[in-house]
T-cell receptor, first 111, second 112 residues
Framework: SQQGEEDPQALSIQEGENATMNCSYK?????LQWYRQNSGRGLVHLIL?????REKHSGRLRVTLDTSKKSSSLLITASRAADTASYFC???????????FGQGTRLTINP | DGGITQSPKYLFRKEGQNVTLSCEQN?????MYWYRQDPGQGLRLIYY???????QKGDIAEGYSVSREKKESFPLTVTSAQKNPTAFYLC???????????FGNGTRLTVT
């Protein structure tokens, strides 16, 4: 059962540009989380936004949440080569006991 | 350092053999999870445990088994009944259900 769907599936930009990834989901949520995965490694938690929050910042990361549209976006500003990774959203749906992950966006930052 | 250790990093097995993947955490987390990841795909939940001696099936539990005899350990056995076991397996833990997950660095299992 796939709750989150991410868009685009792949994104390639120049270093210094901003990168935006989107996540849509189907049911009501308690929170939505974003994770990063470097190739061949485990996922690393980036940021959690609760259903009553609209925007959250952490360093160069900005996450927005629109519960009326059931969507979230992750913006990475001033991208660096080290940001090259896959990014996943995960939803904590109301009444569920587990997070459900999207398919991910593969981000490539070109030097 | 606190964290999750998965071993081994790479594992090769012949078809028809059972294999057990190790996952140990020293974060004092109650909840532990096993996910499967196929190339270019998201994560699919195999099993999860919210407390010692208790676990629940996830979305793709068929052909897998787990145990949770100790808080720190949540081993996953891939049985011969799993029809397509070659994949990247990730273990995770969290302090409470659905709080941010801490992941191990995965075990890549190849079955030939």
């Amino acid at each position: 059962s796939q709750q989150g769907e991410e868009d685009p599936q792949a994104l390639s930009i120049q270093e210094g540009e901003n990168a935006t990834m989107n996540c849509s989901y189907k049911t009501s949520i308690n929170n939505l989380q974003w994770y990063r995965q470097n190739s061949g490694r485990g996922l690393v938690h980036l940021i959690l936004i609760r259903s009553n929050e609209r925007e959250k910042h952490s360093g160069r990361l900005r996450v927005t949440l629109d519960t009326s549209k059931k969507s979230s976006s992750l913006l990475i500003t001033a991208s660096r080569a080290a940001d090259t990774a896959s990014y996943f959203c995960a939803t904590d749906a109301v009444g569920a006991q587990k997070l459900v992950f999207g398919q991910g966006t593969r981000l490539t930052i070109n030097p | 350092d606190g964290g999750i250790t998965q071993s081994p990093k790479y594992l090769f097995r012949k078809e028809g053999q059972n294999v057990t993947l190790s996952c140990e955490q020293n974060l004092n987390h109650d909840a532990m999870y096993w996910y499967r990841q196929d190339p270019g795909q998201g994560l699919r939940l195999i099993y999860y445990s919210q407390i010692v001696n208790d676990f629940q099936k996830g979305d793709i539990a068929e052909g897998y088994s787990v145990s949770r005899e100790k808080k720190e350990s949540f081993p996953l056995t891939v049985t011969s009944a799993q029809k397509n076991p070659t994949a990247f397996y990730l273990c995770a833990s969290s302090g409470t259900a659905n709080s941010p997950l801490h992941f191990g660095n995965g075990t890549r299992l190849t079955v030939t």
